[in-house]
């Protein structure tokens, strides 16, 4: 299961109505996520929330693209949407697999990272 399933899953499981809105460009192994930052896009009747996943080790690496994104800024000025970025790792101690999630919010001139 990739991350981006395990997300899909997450979200549903929370209530969320979830679509990847990231794609594969045609005939090329490139691929495209919405406004270069989000994979999946979930919504319910209060929240609009663009997610980035990705593994566990690349979580600080989504951080730092997110962050230098022209488009979040954009995207997180309506207050109903929110930016989450979840990173995926499996336990070795249960062999489960645990979420990390991040949020980035508008704080001042820059951003606000919360766990």
Request: glycine fraction near 6%.
């Amino acid at each position: 299961m990739t991350p981006t399933q395990r997300t899909l899953a997450l979200v549903r499981k929370q209530g969320f109505v979830a679509q990847v809105v990231e794609h594969i460009v045609p005939r090329t192994f490139i691929r495209r996520d919405l406004f270069n930052i989000i994979d999946i896009l979930a919504i319910n009747a209060t929240y609009t929330i663009g997610i980035q996943t990705t593994s566990g080790s690349n979580v600080s690496a989504r951080i730092a693209k997110a962050i230098a994104s022209e488009q979040l800024r954009l995207w997180l000025s309506v207050p109903s949407r929110r930016f989450i970025i979840h990173g995926w790792r499996k336990l070795k101690s249960s062999r489960r697999w645990e979420c990390r999630e991040i949020e980035l919010t508008i704080s001042g001139d820059g951003f606000e990272i919360t766990e």
